[in-house]
């Protein structure tokens, strides 16, 4: 089961087992969250926005729970990671961590964020969970951490084919380093 909520006037989290955030005016969406909460997910989305507008999806990274409802948004552009599409070329199911949403990945076309020009966001690489682990920082006032550090001060996997775990400790450093007003994990634990 899905919740949606309210976070600022213009960006809601959609929460499930991981979270999926959608800013409505600017019709950017940031993770998409496990296949097998589509039709949660894609309810939710449609109370806030129509799909099809979705112009920007943002991964923090490929996993299947941040990736797996990609075909929701048809006219979307899909972002991730320079290293983190070069892992997926080369090990598409490592990856992704799901044979099915990696094949359909096959068939999506995947863009460098570094070459999105996303204005207001900054990205920040935070390898540890994965090599081509990114995180966000929107206006300097909202931090999009992905996997990489959740509430508590609980952090990443880093077990994972695609993994650097001596990464990991440098990273969320970075990210408790920085200012910011309101804290949005790829989970809510």
């Not at 552009?77 to 094949?103: C, H, M, W």
């Amino acid at each position: 089961m899905v919740e949606t909520i309210e976070l600022t006037e213009e960006l809601y989290e959609i929460r499930g087992e991981a979270s999926v955030y959608v800013f409505k005016d600017k019709k950017i969406i940031i993770g998409t969250g496990f296949p097998f909460e589509r039709d949660g997910i894609k309810k939710a989305v449609q109370k806030l926005i129509d799909p099809a507008e979705i112009k920007t999806v943002i991964f923090t990274h490929l996993h299947m729970d941040h990736c797996g409802n990609f075909s929701l948004f048809k006219n979307a552009k899909l972002y991730a990671s320079k290293k983190e599409i070069e892992d997926f070329n080369n090990d598409p199911f490592g990856t992704v961590l799901d044979r099915q949403t990696a094949k359909d990945l096959k068939t999506a076309n995947l863009s460098p964020i570094e070459e999105a020009g996303l204005g207001d966001f900054e990205v920040i690489e935070t390898p540890g969970h994965t090599r081509g682990s990114i995180s966000l920082l929107y206006k300097k006032k909202i931090l999009f951490s992905g996997d990489t550090l959740f509430r508590h001060g609980y952090v990443g996997r880093t077990d994972l084919p695609t993994s650097v775990p001596g990464k990991l400790e440098e990273s969320v450093k970075k990210l408790k380093q920085l200012k910011f007003e309101i804290f949005c994990p790829g989970h809510n634990y």
